[in-house]
């Protein structure tokens, strides 16, 4: 029986990709500091404990796996990323985690590792017009991201790169766009727009209104969990390492995500627009690279995982009154 490890097991991609692995046959080890928050793990033997430890990660490590997916940061969506009062935290928790894994693989001889980076990472001057972001992957240099964040995830990204060429790690890197979908962050300052959006539109009365940052403008795309969790899988069997982007390229404004989720409630309201942390004018997923290395682009179209998460997060803000 194959085994997997997957470093931020307690996560929102982490919980869904032990499921994954699960699904396949795999013998699962999750790791994190907590349990997933809404469903219990399926993981075959989860570890509570801090990555940042390094006495952890070798107990987390100690034997020979053949994937390890590593999910594990410091991170949340505009509301916590972009406010600056984070920004050390950030840095040093992030990077911490990623020196002890690829140390402890190293010295136990693991090699199949996949790495979770994000767009964030790329040159805040290609994504200053919404309706044109170059986000190709030879975008990433001269490198300036917005964020600390994103600086942290382009050290991280040329570790592991260099864990793979001084000491043979078979290190895969993705760089992630907006993943959203069920059994995430929906309330607690973490929640990234689709989340928010959709707790803002079902805890609103029908002729109400919701709240959106900034005037709207911007541009995203956003990528269902499920169709992540398949490219990601793609990516760590092959025998290319990237960077590459795992995203969707169905840009929307956040006024259109927001009058698509309004949509889906059925109800009227009306959106306002207030003063907020943005983050970039503009960003897709290109998708040329991953379709041409791997044969693969998503299928789901936006609006559908849309309606999978909205109705999630209803029933979680309804709970959440009946508990109050």
């Not at 080890?29 to 990555?51: M, N, S, V």
Request: a neutral charge.
């Amino acid at each position: 029986m194959k085994k997997a490890l997957v470093c931020g097991a307690g996560g929102f991609i982490g919980s869904h990709m032990v499921k994954r692995l699960k699904r396949e046959g795999l013998w699962v080890r999750g790791i994190d500091l907590k349990y997933p928050r809404y469903t219990e793990t399926e993981a075959d033997d989860f570890l509570i404990g801090d990555l940042r430890d390094p006495h952890v990660c070798r107990s987390a490590i100690d034997q020979r796996f053949d994937e390890i997916y590593q999910f594990a940061a410091d991170m949340g969506g505009a509301g916590f990323v972009f406010v600056g009062i984070h920004d050390a935290d950030i840095m040093h928790n992030s990077a911490t985690i990623n020196l002890n894994v690829l140390d402890a693989c190293r010295k136990r001889n693991n090699k199949r590792i996949f790495y979770s980076s994000s767009a964030c990472m790329y040159p805040e001057f290609n994504q200053l017009d919404p309706d044109n972001p170059n986000c190709a992957e030879d975008s990433a240099y001269p490198a300036q991201p917005d964020s600390e964040y994103g600086w942290e995830k382009l050290f991280s990204e040329r570790l592991y790169l260099a864990f793979a060429r001084n000491h043979g790690i078979e290190a895969r890197v993705a760089r992630y766009h907006n993943i959203f979908g069920p059994e995430g962050s929906w309330f607690d300052g973490r929640e990234k727009a689709p989340a928010a959006l959709c707790r803002k539109v079902a805890s609103a009365k029908d002729g109400g209104e919701i709240e959106i940052w900034g005037d709207g403008k911007q541009t995203r795309s956003f990528m269902y969990v499920d169709e992540c969790l398949e490219a990601t899988c793609r990516l760590t069997r092959s025998d290319w390492i990237g960077p590459v982007n795992i995203g969707s390229d169905e840009m929307v404004t956040i006024n259109q995500l927001a009058e698509m989720i309004i949509g889906i409630s059925g109800k009227k309201i009306a959106i306002k627009h207030i003063d907020g942390p943005l983050g970039v004018r503009g960003r897709n997923s290109d998708n040329r690279l991953i379709e041409h290395k791997l044969g693969w682009r998503p299928s789901k179209p936006l609006i559908e995982g849309l309606r999978t998460t909205y109705e999630w997060v209803s029933q979680q803000v309804a709970a959440n009154k009946k508990d109050d």
